[in-house]
């Protein structure tokens, strides 16, 4: 029995199958669902979990060389917000694209972690290295 770090299995299954530059999803409550990719619904009520909770989770065994989010996150939310995602997301290169072509790569990722997350645009497609 596993006693520390991720315990859901269906998480734990899904991150032992990204391997060098595949990609990972961690959607907000209300991205779209993708019938060709693998989804793991963690949410439980708004908020719980966050996309930055499934992040410093993940970030524990799990090298990330990439991230991938919505310009639009830029836009739309506060300075506080913007800072918190940049200090989770330290060390690791962020590229900002439109929304609509960070929705294009979701096909090509192993699979998806959707949470409860009611942030806009907290979407972020990691790529391991």
């Known amino acids: 029995m596993l006693k520390s770090g991720i315990i859901n299995p269906a998480i734990n299954s899904l991150l032992s199958r990204v391997r060098h530059t595949n990609m990972l999803v961690i959607a907000d409550r209300g991205f779209p669902y993708w019938n060709e ?4 619904d963690i949410s439980l009520v708004d908020d719980l979990p966050t996309v930055l909770q499934v992040l410093a989770a993940i970030r ?4 990330i060389g990439k991230i991938y989010m919505a310009e639009e996150f830029k836009q739309v939310n506060t300075d ?4 918190t995602f940049t200090h989770a997301m330290q060390d690791i290169a962020v590229q900002y694209e439109p929304h609509e072509m960070l929705k294009k790569r979701v096909p090509e990722a192993t699979g998806l972690i959707r949470t409860g997350d009611t942030i806009q645009y ?4 990691l790529v391991s290295a």
């Open 37 to 40: 990719i693998e989804i793991v």
């Open 60 to 63: 524990q065994n799990y090298v």
């Open 80 to 83: 506080d917000t913007q800072t």
């Open 122 to 125: 907290a979407n972020m497609i």
